[in-house]
């Protein structure tokens, strides 16, 4: 019964496999900013390909990357508190007790704002649920 959960990606990617559209997960810590990452820095981790700005940024996520990588593989923090997955935006991110969330654009962000903690938490049980049972892909 392993069928349905092997569908699951744990980390939204764009068609070439990588995740965050490309951005650097470490720089949201490292500057507080949305920052593209380079091709010349690329990692494989969690089946998906993490590009960063430098190469510093690059060993950093090596070293620990459950510090840096977004809450529920980078898909929409709001639709996974709603029970399905939708791309997240590497600009309609936030960083809440040190983990960082995206969601699926500015508008959709106010509405996880507006019960952020109620959320991440339906989020996590939601999280948890899908690694049995894949969830819809809203876009």
């Known amino acids: 019964s392993c069928s349905n959960a092997a569908k699951f990606a744990a980390i939204n990617t764009d068609g070439s496999g990588v995740a965050l559209k490309g ?19 690329e990692l494989v981790w969690n089946g998906a390909k993490w590009l960063f700005a430098n190469a510093e940024n690059l060993e950093k996520f090596k070293a620990d990357p459950a510090a840096f990588a977004p809450q529920f593989g980078g898909y929409c923090s709001y639709a996974v508190s709603k029970g399905y997955t939708a791309d997240g935006d590497p600009k309609a991110w936030k960083i809440v007790d040190g983990k960082l969330y995206l969601n699926y654009n500015p508008e959709v ?23 049995t049972k894949a969830p819809v892909h809203k876009g």
């Open 23 to 41: 951005f650097d997960a470490v720089a949201y810590f490292a500057v507080n900013n949305a920052v593209e990452g380079d091709n010349k820095y």
């Open 109 to 131: 962000k106010q509405m996880w704002e507006r019960g952020e903690l109620e959320n991440i938490n339906k989020g996590e049980t939601n999280w948890v649920a899908f690694q």
